[in-house]
C-alpha cells in the first residue's frame, strides 16, 4: 500500500531536550512537506523540500531543523530552541514541486512538551 | 496576516440536508483552490479542487463553487451524512505553497 506514514503517533519530551519526528513515504514523490497545526487555527508550513538534498523554510521555522538525505524521508528536529512545541505535527507530500499539485498527508505526531 | 478564511469556526446540520461550509481569500494571485477534510487525530484528506478558469465543480454529493469577484469559494455537500462529520480546511495557491483557512468544524446530526 502506498502513502505516507509517521512515527510515532504521540511523544512525551522533557523541555529543551531535542525531538525528532519521523516521515516516510513510498508515493515516489519529489516533494514534501512539514505542517503545524494549532486548535483553532490553519496548517501552518514549517519547512519543505522539492527535490533531495534541498530544502526552504515555511512560515514558521525558527526552532526547527530538517533534513531530505533521500527521496523516501523527511524528518523533522524540533530543537530546544522552538518556543512552544506541544502541537499536532503533519508530514505531507506530493508529485512535484509546491504549487497545482494535491498533497497527501499522514497520520500526524502529537507532540507535548512536559 | 490570514490570506484564507473560514469565519464560522463551526457549523452543525442535520442529516439529509444541505452542508454549505464558506471560504475567503484576500491573495488574488491564488488561482487553484482545495477542499480538505480532516477526522480527529489523523491527516486531512483532499476532497476536491478547483480551478480559477471554472465557477463550479462538482464530484458525487460534493460541489465546490467559485466567485473570483467576491474571492470566496464555498462547498456544498447534499446530502449530508453522518459521516461527513469532521473539520474541513480550504486552501488556495498560485504557484507556491499552500495557504490554509483556520477550519469549519462540521457537524451532522441524526
Known amino acids: 500500500d502506498g502513502g505516507i506514514t509517521q512515527s510515532p503517533k504521540y511523544l512525551f519530551r522533557k523541555e529543551g531536550q531535542n525531538v525528532t519526528l519521523s516521515c516516510e513515504q513510498n508515493l515516489n514523490h519529489d516533494a514534501m512537506y512539514w505542517y503545524r497545526q494549532d486548535p483553532g487555527q490553519g496548517l501552518r508550513l514549517i519547512y519543505y523540500?522539492?527535490?533531495?538534498?534541498?530544502?526552504q523554510k515555511g512560515d514558521i521555522a525558527e526552532g526547527y531543523s530538517v533534513s531530505r538525505e533521500k527521496k523516501e524521508s523527511f524528518p523533522l528536529t524540533v530543537t530546544s530552541a522552538q518556543k512552544n512545541p506541544t502541537a499536532f505535527y503533519l508530514c505531507a507530500s506530493s508529485i512535484k514541486g509546491i504549487g497545482y499539485n494535491e498533497q497527501f498527508f499522514g497520520p500526524g505526531t502529537r507532540l507535548t512538551v512536559l | 496576516d490570514q490570506q484564507v478564511k473560514q469565519n464560522s469556526p463551526s457549523l452543525s446540520v442535520q442529516e439529509g440536508r444541505i452542508s454549505i461550509l464558506n471560504c475567503d481569500y484576500t491573495?488574488?494571485?491564488?488561482?487553484?483552490f482545495l477542499w480538505y477534510k480532516k477526522y480527529p487525530a489523523e491527516g486531512p484528506t483532499f476532497l476536491i479542487s478547483i480551478s480559477s478558469i471554472k465557477d463550479k465543480n462538482e464530484d458525487g454529493r460534493f460541489t465546490v463553487f467559485l466567485n473570483k469577484s467576491a474571492k470566496h469559494l464555498s462547498l456544498h455537500i447534499v446530502p449530508s451524512q453522518p459521516g461527513d462529520s469532521a473539520v474541513y480546511f480550504c486552501?488556495?495557491?498560485?504557484?507556491?505553497?499552500?495557504?490554509f483557512g483556520q477550519g469549519t468544524r462540521l457537524t451532522i446530526n441524526p
Open positions: 491573495n488574488s494571485m491564488f488561482d487553484y
Open positions: 523540500s522539492q527535490i533531495v538534498n534541498d530544502f
Open positions: 486552501a488556495a495557491t498560485g504557484a507556491q505553497k499552500l495557504v
